[in-house]
């Protein structure tokens, strides 16, 4: 190296060994955070040595997703949040556990989105939104686990209500009808509207039209 001003930085997402359960932090010589590293001088003709790093321990999340049966839900996303934003996200194994690991500890709100064999989302502790979700406080050097989810079915209908017209008869040929649903577990991703007609002095409607 040519003689100047220098700073280690060691990164963690490959070690391999180790006691932190969890993983480990990246670090910088000194014992300084990756985004403040030390800088160190290396003069001419120099070895400069105890230039060292100390990995701080990470911390980590655990649990397993099933359904009412206690059955794992594989290939399931887990989504972590920290402050209300999203930080990443892993994945169920065949068993339905997963881990997220290595974290900075803090607190953090844990969800799930499965997309087979049922379309389901709900956080842990049988929270159905991120925002409302059950706090999870994580700790260096450890595992916080227990953090499960249980996929339920959502069986209940939408409630399906027309807006417009308001009113029950209308002198105008055209009709632009307005429909509003809602539904408490997936949401309402589209609609399918149908119609059928009579003549004002009909006896018998049509077949629903699409």
């Known amino acids: 190296l040519p003689a100047g001003n220098y700073s280690v930085c060691f990164a963690s997402y490959s070690v391999i060994g180790g006691a932190a359960p969890a993983g480990y932090l990246d670090a910088c010589s000194g014992g300084s955070p990756p985004n403040s590293p030390q800088t160190v001088a290396l003069g001419a003709k120099q070895d400069l040595t105890g230039v060292d790093g100390v990995l701080p321990w990470a911390s980590g999340i655990t649990g397993r997703l099933t359904d009412q049966t206690s059955h794992g839900i594989s290939n399931a996303i887990v989504d972590y949040y920290k402050g209300g934003i999203l930080q990443g996200d892993a994945y169920t194994g065949s068993d339905g556990t997963y881990k997220i690991a290595p974290l900075q500890p803090g607190v953090y709100t844990v969800c799930f989105n499965v997309s087979y064999p049922t379309v389901w989302s709900g956080c842990y502790d049988d929270v159905p939104n991120p925002g ?36 029950l008869f209308s002198r105008q040929r055209v009709i632009r009808p307005v429909v509003s649903a809602a539904d408490s577990q997936s949401g309402v991703s589209n609609y399918d509207v149908r119609y059928r007609y009579a003549d004002w002095n009909g006896q018998k409607f049509s077949a629903y039209i699409y």
């Not at 916080?144 to 959502?154: A, L, R």
């Not at 209940?156 to 017209?165: A, C, D, N």
Request: hydrophobic share 40%; net charge negative.
């Open 132 to 167: 409302t979700a059950t706090p999870v406080t994580t700790l260096a050097g450890q595992l916080t686990t227990g953090i499960n989810g249980v996929v339920v079915p959502d069986v209940t209908p939408p409630t399906v209500s027309l807006v417009e017209p308001s009113a």
